[in-house]
């Protein structure tokens, strides 16, 4: 199974495809997609939605998974945040693809086995599971942790929630 894991984010929208086969995981892509505080919103969107659809025809994922929202004490970062992710699920959707929502709890749980673990926990981790990736951009270790969390909860027939109702 191939899956495209996603990370949203206003600034940096980090993506994820992994290989997974049983207890075998392969890195395909991973990287993020800058996006400049100089351009507008809107502009910003618009660059998500079609990085994510251009990494769609690419990759041929079959399946998506984004890191569901993070409510945070800001409103408007939160409001902002849930567009990018709208952007990417938009995206997901508009390629064909069923679209899952991990909460970072559930993302972590998954992938180090301790849901309040830290950044370099999931890091350390995601590093093992998948070899030697350049994990330098850390958006792009978050998305790849998306992807493999939904690898798993595939693979161990976990309880997950579907963004899409067919």
Same mark, same amino acid.
């Given at each position: 199974m191939r899956v495209?894991?996603?990370?949203?984010g206003s600034r940096h929208t980090g993506y994820g495809v992994v290989d997974g086969d049983g207890d075998r995981l392969l890195t395909v892509?991973? %990287? &993020?997609?800058?996006?400049? $505080? &100089?351009?507008?919103?809107?502009? #910003?969107? %618009?660059?998500?939605?079609?990085?994510? &659809?251009r990494?769609?025809?690419?990759?041929?994922?079959?399946?998506?998974?984004?890191e569901d929202v993070f409510v945070s004490r800001n409103a408007r970062s939160a409001l902002i945040l849930g567009q990018? #992710?709208?952007? $990417?699920i938009a995206a997901g959707i508009h390629g064909g693809l069923r679209v899952f929502e991990y909460s970072a709890l559930e993302?972590?749980?998954?992938?180090?086995?301790?849901?309040?673990?830290?950044k370099n926990q999931v890091i350390h981790m995601v590093r093992f599971l998948l070899g030697p990736p350049d *994990? &330098?951009? *850390?958006? $792009? $270790?978050?998305?790849?942790?998306?992807?493999?969390?939904?690898?798993?909860? #595939?693979?161990?027939s976990r309880r997950f929630r579907v963004a899409d109702r067919p």
């Open positions: 495209l894991g996603i990370d949203p892509a991973c %990287g &993020s997609v800058p996006l400049p $505080a &100089s351009l507008p919103l809107p502009a #910003r969107l %618009g660059r998500i939605f079609t990085e994510i &659809s990494l769609i025809q690419e990759t041929h994922p079959e399946e998506m998974a984004v990018a #992710r709208g952007a $990417a993302i972590k749980q998954a992938v180090v086995g301790y849901g309040k673990a830290d *994990l &330098s951009d *850390l958006h $792009a $270790a978050d998305a790849l942790a998306v992807a493999v969390c939904h690898i798993h909860a #595939r693979t161990f």
